[in-house]
């Protein structure tokens, strides 16, 4: 871990996962905002609490309006939104201003490493390095990390 | 469709129909076809999308239980079910990644195990070492294949290499005379030649052995252990 804590919100409606996924970002060093369930709580939180970070799935209480959340987020709160969803194919070619998406299923392991490089990406403004297995970035992100081997090392 | 513009032979009503018509027939029949292809592809991608939410939901529950208990051995037998679902889960998300969702690259699948098996144990002294040829096998012996590769791998890094005793495993797949094998090897504390080994992970490999018709062999790698599993490339169909 490098730099400052983020500060992290989650947005997903499913609680077992949402509380397993708060666990994990406090371990890594991050401090989690809280969770929000639907877009509008998402949204609400993210103009409140400003984070750093937003953890997004697709498929919120009020249906899939988490593409609109991490635009929103990215555009008006001034947070970085990475998605985590388990329909990475159906997501927009622009990631919707989000930096990439973790696939669900994830594992722990997967989770930790991707966050700890988000981490050290927001603080550095570059990346440390190939992006780990799990965690696949949004084409404008890697150029700004200033990363131009896009591909995953399992790939 | 030029090519139907022939009138039809046999209308039910005696009556030729127009080119025209032929051709609003087809056009309609097209559109409902293309149509149930994208419903059912819809529902392809919705059951896909719950499976792996399922799936995610299963791990969750595991590790916030595993987060409550303290006793070790409690604790060490769901971190065990945590790695068999993950393998499973690994699984899923190699299948709909790639374009052919019936067949299932073995190797693309052990790339992303070991680097999340050596990521998680966090043991920095421990070199893997890996020698993959492309196999593909039916996606329905994903997840039995997945659960033994899985079983063979966590036996290895923890039977073999007690903490402080660092070293090297070894992962091969190839295709050899209408089989293919995997073989782990390792370079640790070896079998131990007293005891006959047991536990639920050698269960679980010896039966998932026996529904994918394969045969495991354990033999002494002098130092360690090498196994080897071969599975027939036909008969996996």
């Given at each position: 871990m490098t730099g400052r804590a983020l500060d992290v919100l989650i947005v997903e409606d499913e609680m077992l996962l949402a509380i397993e996924l708060e666990h994990l970002v406090e371990e890594v060093g991050c401090h989690s905002l809280g969770c929000a369930m639907s877009s509008e709580e998402a949204v609400d939180l993210a103009k409140k609490l400003?984070?750093?970070?937003a953890l997004v799935d697709v498929h919120l209480s009020d249906g899939p309006t988490g593409v609109e959340v991490a635009r929103k987020i990215s555009s008006d709160c001034g947070g970085v939104a990475l998605f985590m969803t388990a329909?990475?194919?159906?997501?927009p070619e622009d990631y919707a201003g989000a930096c990439g998406v973790i696939g669900k299923p994830y594992s722990e392991h997967g989770v930790r490493t991707a966050l700890s490089y988000l981490t050290y990406c927001l603080t550095?403004?570059?990346?440390?390095g190939p992006v780990p297995v799990g965690l696949t970035l949004a084409p404008a992100y890697a150029e700004l990390w200033g990363l131009t081997d896009l591909t995953p090392k399992s790939a | 469709m030029n090519d139907i513009s022939e009138p039809a032979r046999d209308t039910g009503q005696g009556a030729a129909r127009s080119p025209e018509d032929l051709e609003a027939i087809i056009e309609a029949r097209t559109r409902a076809l293309t149509e149930a292809l994208e419903q059912k592809t819809a529902l392809l991608h919705e059951v896909d999308h719950r499976v792996k939410n399922n799936l995610q939901l299963i791990s969750s529950l595991l590790l916030l239980q595993n987060r409550r208990v303290t006793d070790p051995a409690l604790k060490a037998s769901l971190r065990g079910m945590l790695g068999r679902v993950n393998a499973i889960a690994t699984v899923h998300r190699r299948l709909f990644q790639?374009?052919?969702?019936?067949?299932?690259d073995v190797s693309a699948f052990i790339r992303d195990m070991v680097a999340d098996l050596m990521g998680s144990a966090g043991r920095d002294d421990i070199r893997i070492e890996l020698d993959l040829e492309r196999v593909e096998i039916p996606a329905a012996k994903a997840a039995p294949f997945a659960l033994v590769v899985n079983e063979l791998l966590t036996n290895a890094l923890r039977h073999g290499f007690p903490e402080g005793r660092g070293g090297r495993i070894f992962v091969g797949v190839r295709r050899q005379e209408g089989e293919f094998r995997i073989e782990i090897a390792d370079d640790?504390?070896?079998?131990?030649?007293d005891t006959t080994p047991s536990g639920f992970g050698l269960t679980i490999v010896q039966l998932l052995c026996q529904q994918l018709k394969a045969k495991s062999e354990t033999t002494d790698a002098e130092p360690g252990a090498r196994i080897i599993v071969s599975l027939p490339v036909n008969g996996a169909h």
């Open positions: 400003n984070p750093d970070l329909n990475v194919k159906r997501l550095e403004g570059h990346a440390p | 790639s374009e052919d969702v019936e067949r299932f640790g504390v070896g079998l131990d030649k």
